[in-house]
């Protein structure tokens, strides 16, 4: 019995059929928004998060994750292209907590946390704003209220909370201040205010210019610096 006795009728149109189709070298796959919805429908409850300036591999972001923000049921963790993880949670309070008690940091870098949305690719993306705590120093107890804090606000981004905990009555140390800062921009690395200047200081942003005020080079390698050094006669 040769092969084509095995071969029903039925089988046999299809694959004729298939051998006069075109060869499409990039065919398009048809999703229903219906179908769409219900794959992206567990993911609703669930983060994209980048530590930012360093590169961890995933058991040790399992293990700060399940240390910091598992507290009510499991997390799930994934590990994606570009130092980009996935994280899914099964409770709303674990999720709400590590989504709105930030900024978080881990090894002394700032942990970028942004809601899971559709489609996203990682090579895509491009890191435009992070909440950060910025201090300034021995800033006077009488300039250390909410009303001078928003003044501050408006010169270097969206102020977000004030850290009580770090309160400059408390310490005596320096104000602290939570900011949501746009990184493509320039930082603004000091201020005066009544005749005194005070310089801010962004904790766990190793990377920012006091030259051009740009985050992700250091001032020795500041572009416009070496520019300029170049252009000198």
């Not at 709400?96 to 930030?102: D, I, P, R, Y």
Request: charged share 30%; glycine share 4%; hydrophobic share 35%.
């Amino acid at each position: 019995m040769v092969t084509e006795d095995y071969i029903s009728d039925e089988d046999s149109m299809e694959h004729m059929e298939e051998s006069q189709t075109p060869f499409n070298p990039n065919p398009v796959i048809e999703v229903s928004l219906e179908e769409y919805d219900e794959w992206c429908r567990p993911w609703k409850q669930a983060l994209i998060i980048k530590p930012l300036g360093k590169n961890l591999n995933l058991q040790t972001m399992e293990q700060w994750i399940n240390r910091r923000w598992t507290k009510k049921e499991v997390v799930r963790v994934m590990d994606l292209v570009g130092g980009y993880f996935l994280v899914r949670f099964s409770n709303q309070e674990d999720y709400s907590h590590a989504l709105f008690e930030g900024p978080w940091m881990i090894a002394d870098h700032y942990l970028l946390v942004q809601r899971w949305r559709p489609l996203f690719i990682p090579q895509e993306s491009e890191v435009k704003r992070v909440a950060v705590l910025i201090r300034i120093p021995n800033l006077p107890a009488e300039l250390y209220n909410r009303y001078f804090l928003w003044k501050v606000e408006k010169s270097i981004g969206n102020m977000l909370k004030v850290d009580e905990h770090t309160s400059i009555h408390s310490r005596g140390k320096f104000a602290r201040i939570c900011m949501e800062v746009d990184l493509r921009k320039k930082l603004v690395t000091s201020f005066s205010t009544l005749g005194k200047y005070f310089r801010l200081e962004y904790e766990g942003l190793h990377l920012i210019c006091f030259n051009c005020g740009r985050y992700g080079h250091k001032h020795d390698g500041c572009p416009k610096k070496i520019k300029e050094a170049k252009d000198r006669p």
